[in-house]
């Protein structure tokens, strides 16, 4: 699916997905699902009091995470932000196909404390085997 040029690709990794309580926060802002998709084997992944999770990118230890790739008009991208729960920032995410895109990561102090789930491999499983809907 061809991105428009005023348009940034954007990985989300939990809240903002389909389905999920903040997914109208895409929608608001006029965005478009592009398609699922995995990072490259380089991130982890923490649920932030089972409401959020926070995704970051480490050396060493990394496993693939479950995301969905946005293009996100480059007008509502701020906005889109601002939205988001603290702690929460925009950095680069490399894809498990090589590509890059902008991606919502965690900063490492919101993790201190916080479970760890990166062997679910992504918030969607991770929701799935709490057994709670996704609203």
Do not use: K
Not at 29 to 35: I, K, L, M, N
């Amino acid at each position: 699916m061809p991105v428009r040029a005023s348009s940034v690709l954007l990985a989300v990794n939990g809240t903002l997905m389909r389905g999920f309580e903040l997914n109208g926060n895409l929608l608001a802002v006029g965005a478009r699902f592009v398609r699922d998709a995995r990072t490259e084997p380089a991130y982890r992944l923490w649920s932030i009091n089972d409401r959020h999770p926070a995704m970051i990118r480490v050396p060493s230890g990394g496993t693939a995470i479950a995301v969905e790739v946005w293009a996100v008009p480059a007008t509502g991208l701020a906005t889109l932000l601002m939205q988001e729960p603290p702690g929460l920032c925009i950095g680069r995410v490399r894809l498990e196909d090589g590509a890059e895109a902008l991606g919502v990561l965690g900063e490492p102090a919101l993790c201190d404390g916080m479970r760890e789930i990166t062997e679910f491999g992504g918030w969607r499983a991770y929701v799935a085997a709490l057994g709670r809907s996704l609203r």
